[in-house]
């Protein structure tokens, strides 16, 4: 069965573009998932909607509601959901080109492969992708992908572009957060010396079919 892409549209660098598609670069398929079953049956067990106060209630009773503070909710309509909803756009601009180092890594999130779409597209992306390289940095550009606007990263990778979407800002939690209760120290410089030399014993290339769960294995 053809993987089915994400989103298809075009990519625009320019005064230069070409229709793409945008295809998972990760798969879940290798993940072991388990459902609920009666005992004794092997039925499927169906979740109830329950309020703690009234008991079971019908779907269409329920309502979306956000918490604004402990216990308290403002209610949202459907109608008001769908009247911010940013429509999908057919258009992946290169707004600008960065050092991948100046991207924080907290920021990467889920991989992409960006492929030409169809065989008429593949000058037009293979111009692209080449200057891209050429260039050896980051492109960053903006889509709206099911209802949400996503900053893309674009690089070249082999006969294609390895797109990643990066996180907001308000997704990153402050690292001083959580490092500010660490206490300051400066370590015996024998001790640093001998992990040092421990980490250039245990230098290697990076093997991904070395990194298996062993837990989905068993």
Not at 65 to 73: A, F, N, P, V, W
Not at 183 to 190: E, G
């Amino acid at each position: 069965m053809a993987t089915r892409p994400t989103w298809q549209g075009y990519l625009r660098l320019s005064l230069v573009s070409c229709p793409v598609a945008l295809y998972t670069a990760t798969s879940r398929s290798g993940e072991v998932h388990f459902n609920m079953l009666h005992k004794n049956t092997h039925n499927r067990i169906r979740m109830i909607p329950t309020d703690p106060e009234s008991g079971p209630v019908d779907r269409s009773e329920i309502v979306k509601g956000y918490e604004i503070e402990k216990g308290r909710y403002v209610v949202v309509t459907d109608e008001e959901i769908k009247a911010v909803k940013l429509e999908t756009t057919r258009t992946l601009d290169i707004e600008r080109f960065v050092d991948e180092a100046d991207i924080d890594r907290l920021y990467w999130n889920d991989p992409y492969f960006l492929t030409p779409d169809g065989d008429m597209a593949v000058e037009a992306f293979s111009v692209i992708r080449e200057a891209m390289k050429k260039a050896r940095k980051v492109a960053l550009g903006r889509l709206v992908m099911h209802q949400r606007e996503r900053l893309m990263a674009l690089e070249a990778h082999d006969k294609g572009i390895l797109a990643y979407t990066i996180r907001n800002k308000r997704e990153v939690r402050d690292a001083e957060e959580i490092f500010s209760n660490i206490k300051a120290m400066k370590p015996p410089a024998s001790m640093v010396e001998i992990a040092a030399k421990i980490i250039s014993q245990q230098e290697g290339p990076f093997d991904p079919s070395q990194f298996t769960d062993r837990y989905e294995d068993a």
